[in-house]
């Protein structure tokens, strides 16, 4: 695969599985032996893990979440995306009930595409600040 078609899996992850939250995109673009570096510890760092923190965590509590990629740069079988996941906070985050407020999660990710499936990823956000400002009210 050249680096437009690696951008490409990735933009389609955030936009189909992040943004739209459709489970059979997610499973098309999840390799078998996945891993994510980001989780905070071996026994949440398969794939389901992922899936449930988009789909238990963020979608409920993200009311019409959009994905928008800023930039994307591509290094051998690796990924970077900087972004933001935002939307209206409609639901429980992290404790922090609804406010209605909009929020916007910054998020700087790499993922490893191995035969069009994201097979590694490791990534920082700013979520926890997020959380942190909608407490204060």
Request: some cysteine.
């Amino acid at each position: 695969m050249n680096s437009n078609d690696l951008k490409a899996v990735v933009a389609r992850f955030n936009r189909d599985v992040i943004q739209d939250g459709k489970r059979d995109a997610f499973d098309a673009l999840m390799a078998p032996d996945f891993i994510n570096w980001s989780a905070p510890n071996e026994a949440l760092r398969g794939a389901e893990t992922m899936w449930n923190t988009f789909a238990s965590v963020l979608r409920p509590a993200i009311g019409t979440m959009r994905v928008q990629i800023h930039e994307q740069l591509c290094d051998g079988d690796k990924v970077t995306t900087r972004k933001t996941i935002s939307g209206k906070h409609v639901g429980t985050l992290a404790g922090v009930e609804a406010t209605g407020k909009e929020i916007a999660i910054d998020v700087i990710d790499i993922v490893r595409v191995r035969d069009g499936r994201y097979v590694e990823h490791w990534g920082v956000n700013t979520l926890a600040a997020v959380v942190a400002q909608l407490g204060q009210r």
